[in-house]
T-cell receptor, first 118, second 111 residues
């Protein structure tokens, strides 16, 4: 299994440009999510999906769109890039485990995309 | 709102000693808590999960405790090695079922 893959690894955009960060997983996980990681801020959830056709907003969704047409793919679209979106973006997938009546998720992260918006 | 804090941004210890990292949370009672390791330029990697009905969990040189009264988890690495140097993140299950991450503690193990 390749696990969670992300492309591109690096990207430089100009303010106002749009682009799509790609994310794919081959583990048949129902749950996928996008995070951004900034110095001193930790990982913040942008959008997530609990299955194909279902998406929802996380903590910092403004300026980003997602869709989930298949179980495997979960692209993140930047509609009009801004310098505040300069960050490292991580995609993650997870599956649910039920033990002792508690449902938990173990996350598998991709290698990240480092985005700079000038 | 739910808040998760890792008290130290950085921790420096000598090889062979036990590293202890702290994770505190407020305004919530998570059903479980997780610890991840992140190396520079890479995504976080899952290490351990501990549920609210478990006091302690071990995996090789790693030990995690979960005190729901203190709202605190401790993460221990015994007999630490320079290869253990990394940033360690704690995460808890939020009210929407998502994971909420702490900002991380950067551990440096000196030979």
């Amino acid at each position: 299994n390749a696990g969670v893959t992300q492309t591109p690894k690096f990207q430089v955009l100009k303010t106002g440009q749009s682009m799509t960060l790609q994310c794919a997983q081959d583990m048949n996980h129902e749950y996928m999510s996008w995070y951004r990681q900034d110095p001193g801020m930790g990982l913040r959830l942008i959008h997530y999906s609990v299955g194909a056709g279902i998406t929802d907003q996380g903590e910092v969704p403004n300026g980003y769109n997602v869709s989930r047409s298949t179980t495997e793919d979960f692209p993140l679209r930047l509609l009009s890039a801004a310098p505040s979106q300069t960050s490292v973006y991580f995609c993650a997938s997870s599956y649910s485990i039920t033990s002792g009546g508690i449902v938990s998720k173990k996350q598998f992260f991709g290698p990240g995309t480092r985005l700079t918006v000038l | 709102s739910q808040k998760i804090e890792q008290n130290s941004e950085a921790l420096n210890i000598q090889e062979g000693k036990t590293a202890t990292l702290t994770c505190n949370y407020t305004n919530y009672s998570p059903a479980y808590l997780q610890w991840y390791r992140q190396d520079p330029g890479r995504g976080p990697v899952f290490l351990l999960l501990i549920r609210e009905n478990e006091k302690e969990k071990r995996k090789e040189r790693l030990k995690v405790t979960f005190d729901t009264t203190l709202k605190q988890s401790l993460f221990h690495i015994t007999a630490s090695q320079p290869a253990d140097s990394a940033t360690y993140l704690c995460a808890l299950r939020g009210s929407q079922g998502n994971l909420i991450f702490g900002k991380g503690t950067k551990l440096s193990v000196k030979p």
